[in-house]
């Protein structure tokens, strides 16, 4: 009987540890969604940045009047509306 025991709590222990790799499976897992979201959430920040210096670019061409703008080539301005509309 005692032997049977034994080997009853072993199994256990063994089953016990075995649910704890998955448990730290399961972290890794969470970690490295956190991660992929943070990255998500860098790569959205750099792309608003972008937009807002763009948006201030044309904003600030429009501030300085139309000789600016007479002055610029016609293909040139083109592209900025271009960039503007992206």
Do not use: A, E, N, P
């Not at 969470?30 to 979201?37: D, F, I, K, L, S």
Request: proline content about 0%.
């Amino acid at each position: 009987m005692k032997m049977k025991m034994k080997m009853m709590m072993m199994k256990k222990k063994k089953k016990k540890k075995k649910k704890k790799k998955k448990k730290k499976m399961m972290m890794m897992m969470m970690m490295m969604m956190m991660m992929m979201m943070m990255m998500m959430m860098m790569m959205m920040m750099m792309m608003m940045m972008m937009m807002m210096m763009m948006m201030m670019m044309i904003l600030s061409c429009k501030s300085c009047g139309k000789v600016l703008l007479d002055r610029m080539k016609i293909k040139y301005q083109t592209q900025l509306v271009h960039c503007f509309k992206i």
